[in-house]
T-cell receptor, first 116, second 110 residues
Framework: DTGVSQNPRHKITKRGQNVTFRCDPI?????LYWYRQTLGQGPEFLTY????????KSRLLSDRFSAERPKGSFSTLEIQRTEQGDSAMYLC??????????????FGPGTRLTVT | LAKTTQPISMDSYEGQEVNITCSHN???????ITWYQQFPSQGPRFIIQ???TKVTNEVASLFIPADRKSSTLSLPRVSLSDTAVYYC???????????FGTGTLLAVQP
């Protein structure tokens, strides 16, 4: 299976700790997106990359959040000084970025974060 | 921000055809309409994408009228495993439109 993978699948942390999530997109997909989803709501856009360039960040992404995509392959999302309100499912998606299917997003299984 | 509007929930029975409509009055010229399916504790799964008229693939059809201000996802002969949340999304490169909303919870009963 060469789909989008995310690690870890689950993370429990104490308030104030830092956490980092990893996303491996589908090979050769130029675009990579991060979303956050809470129970009963649809995914909320956080940020996206075109290759290694981070082109947009949502206002939802506070200064405690940072994302990187070195070399335009995998991406990491770090949350510093976690708060209970950060508890959510963090989803990663990738899309080709070019061609007929350029905007079709393929999602990973998500990382569920619980902040205690 | 561009917004899509869908019914919160729909009920159906196995074997029936289900049509879910999404309104998107602020659609832009370069926007594509995409539908996703999501099961609990999983990431959304791409179903179908279209720009205008009708698109059909192995799992669904997408109907888009000429003004493109709405779209209808058609699921032929649903089964219990089609019980999920369905989202429509406008995608054209502008991330301010990547708003999933609350989606439509489709409940299929035997």
């Amino acid at each position: 299976d060469t789909g989008v993978s995310q690690n870890p699948r689950h993370k429990i942390t104490k308030r104030g700790q830092n956490v980092t999530f990893r996303c491996d997109p589908i090979s050769e997909h130029n675009r990579l997106y991060w979303y956050r989803q809470t129970l009963g709501q649809g995914p909320e856009f956080l940020t996206y990359f075109q290759n290694e360039a981070q082109l947009e960040k949502s206002r939802l992404l506070s200064d405690r959040f940072s994302a990187e995509r070195p070399k335009g392959s995998f991406s990491t999302l770090e949350i510093q000084r976690t708060e209970q309100g950060d508890s959510a499912m963090y989803l990663c998606a990738s899309s080709p970025g070019t061609g007929v299917s350029s905007y079709e997003q393929y999602f990973g299984p998500g990382t569920r974060l619980t902040v205690t | 921000l561009a917004k899509t509007t869908q019914p919160i929930s729909m009920d159906s029975y196995e074997g029936q055809e289900v049509n879910i409509t999404c309104s998107h009055n602020n659609i832009a010229t370069n926007d594509y309409i995409t539908w996703y399916q999501q099961f609990p504790s999983q990431g959304p799964r791409f179903i179908i994408q279209g720009y205008k008229t009708k698109v059909t693939n192995e799992v669904a059809s997408l109907f888009i009228p000429a003004d493109r201000k709405s779209s209808t996802l058609s699921l032929p002969r649903v089964s219990l495993s089609d019980t999920a949340v369905y989202y429509c999304l406008l995608e054209g490169g502008a991330t301010n439109k990547l708003i999933f909303g609350t989606g439509t919870l489709l409940a299929v009963q035997p």
